[in-house]
């Protein structure tokens, strides 16, 4: 893996941390996501299914920007996060 698809990877994940924090559902992506040492998911089926039922939404949010630094104040899934999380304070 190069640096650009590390770089890439990481923003996808982050991404995908994001939306799940906006909708109160941390616990969910860590569980879903949660990887062994030599990088194989730790549960392929929760995973799976989470990720079927969620990453469309997710990369339709973010259209172009699906890949690419989700803390740029410009990037959708900052916007969606900003909009969702922790409103009611």
């Known amino acids: 893996m190069n640096f650009e698809e590390l770089k890439r990877a990481i923003n996808i994940r982050e991404t995908i941390k994001l939306y799940f924090v906006a909708i109160g559902r941390y616990k969910d992506f860590i569980r879903s996501y949660a990887r062994n040492k030599d ?12 990720a079927a039922q969620h990453e469309p939404i997710i990369v339709q949010c973010c259209g172009n920007w ?17 909009e969702h999380f922790n409103k009611e304070a």
């Open 39 to 50: 990088g194989s998911w730790v549960n392929p089926s929760l995973h799976d299914s989470t």
């Open 66 to 82: 699906w890949g690419y630094n989700p803390n740029n104040p410009a990037h959708p899934m900052r916007k969606y996060y900003d």
